[in-house]
């Protein structure tokens, strides 16, 4: 019998699960998990994890004082994070809050909040990757996180600097974002793409070859996919971050999945670049694409996150309320 496309795929690349919703992570066995506001808040607003949500008040109302939503925010991404740390072998990553993206000292605190946070209820820092946006700040937290053995996931990310700079942070992991890079193309005329020349696919392999090329350490973990075709063209990246959809409709398909990436044939790289802060924000500046995604994910993010903070604060005053 043919090995499943979802199989094949596995046996060259770390399959990594796009969701915050536990039944599909047990389903879907992937080796590591990554959430994010919006995911959460899906999560949270599902029947099935009603009593975690609750949890999580209940420990906000006896904490009491002015920030108490922001802190059950946080508990309940601790608490998704940990109960997935019990069904995947690998890391968990966990986003550090929109919000803060422009706030290097910030994003180090919260990350190290984050980790204390695991700590207690016996989650390893290195089970844990904090999750930050790939701005110069993000980066630049990282950096520091890093330096202090917190393993960090760069997220948002659309364009070669953002990668560059990420390396030079020693970070652990970064996402760059294939479905996105082709929404804004197509939304600017751009197209029809096949796999092979979606801007998204083609960003990342690009990615790819300098890291192997220049003997960078910083895994690729491809995110924020469209369609089947360019997770197929990316077979044999370090790691794939894929919903639960996409993953069931590889687990469905047949057929050879040729390699398309490896560290011997990563393909021609580009020439090295060498940022300081000036050439990171010119060279994001130049390239429109990278920055209207980044802030727009930015965004889309803090909307999330607004909307889950909202919730919570509701369920707080029905809580003192009873």
Known sequence: MTASKLDQLR?????????GDIEAVR?????????????????????????????????GKRQGGAGAVEAVCDRLAVTFGTELTKIVPGRVSTEVDADLSFDTEAT????????AAYKERGVGRERILIKIASTWEGIQ???????????CNLTLLFALPQAVAAA?????????????????????GGG????ETDPGVVSVRTIYSYYKAYGIDTVVM????????EIEALAGCDRLTIGPGLLDELAGATGDLPRKLSPE?????????????????????????????LAEGIRGFVKDLRSLRKLVAAKLDEAKAA
């Open 222 to 229: 491809g995110a924020s996919f469209r369609n089947t075709g």
């Open 108 to 115: 180090i605190a919260k990350a190290r909040a984050i980790i």
């Open 168 to 188: 030079d942070a020693k970070a652990f992991l970064i996402s760059p974002f294939v479905g996105r890079i082709l929404d804004w193309h197509v939304k600017a």
């Open 141 to 151: 937290a990282a950096r520091v996180l890093q330096a202090e053995g917190i393993d």
């Open 192 to 195: 029809p793409y096949a796999a």
């Open 27 to 59: 389903r879907l066995k992937p080796v590591d998990c990554t959430t994010n506001p919006t995911l959460l808040l899906k999560a949270v607003e599902t029947p099935a994890y009603a009593s975690l949500v609750e949890e999580a008040i209940a420990w």
């Open 265 to 293: 044939n990563s393909g021609k790289a580009p020439a090295k670049l060498d940022l300081d802060e000036k050439a990171f924000r010119f060279a994001m500046t130049e390239d429109a694409m990278a920055t209207e995604k």
């Open 11 to 19: 046996a060259m690349t770390t399959v990594v699960a796009d969701t």
